[in-house]
Structure formats: structure tokens, C-alpha cells
């Protein structure tokens, strides 16, 4: 069964970079068959996909947070990482790591972790 | 961006009805769509992937379907357990965008 958990900080202050990890355990993030993202969830409920690695390091950026967004993934250790500068208010939200099925598997989020909930205050 | 419009935003139902939730894109998308079931303090969970193919461990009273650019979730007969919040999510293309979702609550 494969899990995935996030890490972080809870409280970030504005104008400084949030930096989140996500452990991926059950699996190998080498797989060829998976990419792995990042999506949040705002307060009110809404859902934003920020992006997604493959293990070559290929990755797609949602484009409204390309310049704040870097993602990297680390074979080793079985997992990747998120950061995202410039944070404000509006960053606020739960953050969530999940596993993404490539073209053949419909491209879907199958495994996702608990979520973080990260807060942009001073 | 492609949208997605999700309706309705809310529906009350009783144990046993049949339950419809629609998704409609803004363009095309063949039938790059997922159905989630998300319940408070959870992560989502995937029902429906490629628009009707059921995820293996979902009850089959869950289906997806397409008509055009018309996606739909059903419900055939709704358990207690099934209420909870449905999002829609395309795969079209890149960024990856959600419906608002649909909150199902006890009539």
C-alpha cells in the first residue's frame, strides 16, 4: 500500500519561502508509471494543483505560480519537495502531496497523503 | 485555464435516493476526468477515473459517465456512508483544474 506524508512548517511568514517535503513509502518513486505533485486546498474548500515531478526531474508547473514554485524529487531518499516563495495570506491553505498516474492510468491523483495545513502569518 | 463548472453546490438527499452530480468543461476534454470524494479532515479519495472507469476498491453503486462536454457522478443508491463533499478534476490539460464541488447532505 503506498503512503505518502507530508512535513513542514505549520506557520510561515510573509514574504519568506514556504518549504514542504512529502516521504513516499510502499512504493518507489522511480517508477515509471507515476509523476508526483503537489495540490492545495484554500480555506474555502477550493482545490489548486500546483504541479508535478517525474523521477527524470520533468516537471509541470501550474502556470499562475511558475516563477514563486520549485520542485525537486530525491530517488534516494524516495522523496520529492516543494517550495514556494514569496509567500502571502493568500498562500494560506492545506497542502497535499499525491501520487499521479501517467497517460496510461488517466492521469488521475490515486494516492494522496493527510495534508498539511500551512498558515502565511507574521 | 480550462473551467470546470460543478453543479449543484449543495444537495440534500435520504439514504437510498439516486444522486446526480454534473461537471461541465469550459473546452474538450475528452474523457480526461476524475471524480473524488473528499470527507472533512481528509484528503480526497479517487472514485472515477477516464470520465467511467471505477477505481478498484469503489462500490460499484458509483458510475461515471459523458455526454459531450457534460460529465456526470452517480450515486445509484446512497449510503450513509457516502456523504461528503465530490470534486471533479480534468486532465486535459495543464494546470490540472478542479470543479467547486458538490457538498451531499442528510435530507
Known amino acids: 500500500q503506498v503512503q505518502l506524508q507530508e512535513s513542514g512548517p505549520g506557520l510561515v511568514k510573509p514574504s519568506e519561502t514556504l518549504s514542504l517535503t512529502c516521504a513516499v513509502s510502499?512504493?518507489?518513486?522511480?517508477?515509471?508509471?507515476?509523476?508526483w505533485g503537489w495540490i492545495r486546498q484554500f480555506p474555502g474548500m477550493g482545490l489548486e494543483c500546483l504541479g508535478s515531478i517525474y523521477y527524470t526531474g520533468s516537471i509541470y508547473f501550474n502556470p499562475s505560480l511558475e516563477s514563486r514554485v520549485t520542485m525537486s524529487i530525491d530517488t534516494s531518499r524516495n522523496q520529492f519537495s516543494l517550495k514556494l516563495s514569496s509567500v502571502t495570506a493568500a498562500d494560506t491553505a492545506v497542502y497535499y502531496c499525491a501520487r499521479q498516474r501517467g497517460h496510461s492510468g488517466g492521469w488521475c491523483l490515486d494516492y494522496w497523503g493527510q495534508g498539511l495545513l500551512v498558515t502565511v502569518s507574521s | 485555464d480550462i473551467q470546470m463548472t460543478q453543479s449543484p453546490s449543495t444537495l440534500s438527499a435520504s439514504v437510498g435516493d439516486r444522486v446526480t452530480i454534473t461537471c461541465r468543461a469550459s473546452?474538450?476534454?475528452?474523457?480526461?476526468l476524475a471524480w473524488y470524494q473528499q470527507k472533512p479532515g481528509k484528503a480526497p479519495k479517487l472514485l472515477i477515473y477516464?470520465?467511467?472507469s471505477l477505481e478498484s476498491g469503489v462500490p460499484s453503486r458509483f458510475s461515471g459517465s459523458r455526454s459531450g462536454a457534460e460529465f456526470t457522478l452517480t450515486i445509484s443508491s446512497l449510503q450513509p456512508d457516502d456523504f461528503a463533499t465530490y470534486y471533479c478534476q480534468q486532465f486535459e490539460s495543464s494546470p490540472w483544474t478542479f470543479g467547486h464541488g458538490t457538498k451531499v447532505e442528510i435530507k
Open positions: 473546452q474538450s476534454i475528452s474523457n480526461w
Open positions: 477516464k470520465a467511467s
Open positions: 510502499g512504493g518507489s518513486i522511480s517508477s515509471s508509471s507515476f509523476y
